[in-house]
């Protein structure tokens, strides 16, 4: 199993511009989340899904959609670029929502907005 | 306000030496707390999970909770310099509508030196 996976690696926008952070994972996980690192900072919870079809805001979603049309994929879109959306973004998932359920994440792409 | 507070250090000790790393928590109801460890440019990975007051051991690793105080802690014992790395404490909040809605705390950075 590959596990989660996150592309692009590295990416530098110019503020205006739109992109899709893609994840997949292959352990056949419902529950899927992104967060956001900021330098020095804990992550903070962005979007979350609990199966195909379903997704809810987390902690800080302005800025961000989401949509999960599979179990397997979870991307993030950005629409209009801005500084304070530059971050580390990192998606994971777990098998179920049952509190304590491990959280496995991907290796998260590092956003830089200019 | 949700709140996890971790001091941010570094906290450097001595190979071979016991690393306490300590975490306080805002929401009292909270029931399930987590320990991830961060290398520099790396995604989190989970080292601990403890639900009930007392201590949980892992090999090298005690984690240890007091729900009254809010408080929890990691105890790493013979701490080797591949231990440096920053570490996340991670607490599932009360009203999560039953999903594992992390709250991270910024981390504490542990350096190992030989």
């Known amino acids: 199993n590959a596990g989660v996976t996150q592309t692009p690696k590295f990416r530098i926008l110019k503020i205006g511009q739109s992109m899709t952070l893609q994840c997949t994972q292959d352990m056949n996980h419902n529950y899927m989340y992104w967060y956001r690192q900021d330098p020095g900072m804990g992550l903070k919870l962005i979007y979350y899904?609990?199966?195909?079809?379903?997704?809810d805001k987390g902690e800080v979603p302005n800025g961000y959609n989401v949509s999960r049309s599979t179990t397997e994929d979870f991307p993030l879109r950005l629409e209009l670029a801005a500084p304070s959306q530059t971050s580390v973004y990192f998606c994971?998932?777990?098998?179920?929502?049952?509190?304590?359920?491990?959280?496995?994440f991907g290796p998260g792409t590092r956003l830089t907005v200019l | 306000q949700k709140e996890v507070e971790q001091n941010s250090g570094p906290l450097s000790v001595p190979e071979g030496a016991i690393a306490s790393l300590n975490c306080t928590y805002s929401d009292r109801g909270s029931q399930s707390f987590f320990w991830y460890r961060q290398y520099s440019g790396k995604s989190p990975e989970l080292i601990m999970s403890?639900?009930?007051?007392g201590d949980k051991e892992d090999g090298r690793f005690t984690a240890q909770l007091n729900k009254a105080s809010q408080y929890v802690s990691l105890l790493i014992r013979d701490s080797q310099p591949s231990d440096s790395a920053t570490y996340l404490c991670a607490v599932n909040p009360p009203f999560s509508g039953g999903y594992n809605k992390l709250i991270f705390g910024a981390g504490t950075r542990l350096a190992v030196h030989p």
């Open positions: 994971a998932s777990s098998y179920s929502s049952r509190s304590g359920d491990e959280q496995f």
């Open positions: 403890i639900y009930s007051n």
């Open positions: 899904s609990v199966g195909a079809g379903i997704t």
